[in-house]
């Protein structure tokens, strides 16, 4: 049993090594406060940003385009190349409901 666990630890902390260091949390509040999302990879899947206005990326830059509609459809906002560990407010006078971030 003990064995089994420390294989999976090992397993997992070095698929967290190798996985990109690029990850992102949304926030409800304009300043990166608020209601906080959970951190998503930075893999290039579409994420929900509803109810969000503000994000920051962490570990390294990464690029980012917002859609306002959901499943990141409609008007795409590239907001490109975005450094770690700055916070980004949303404000494009438009609600945003997705995002791609890679
Ligand atoms: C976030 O911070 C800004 C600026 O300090 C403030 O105006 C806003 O009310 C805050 N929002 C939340 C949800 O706490």
Redesign the pocket.
Known sequence: MRFTFTSALLAAVTLALHAKAQSIIGF????C??SQGDSVACNGACIDFSGRHSFEVFGSAANVVLFSGGGCSGEAFNFGTEQPNNCINVNTGTTINSFQCT
């Not at 409800?28 to 300043?31: A, E, I, N, Q, R």
């Open positions: 409800s509040g304009d300043s406060n608020g």
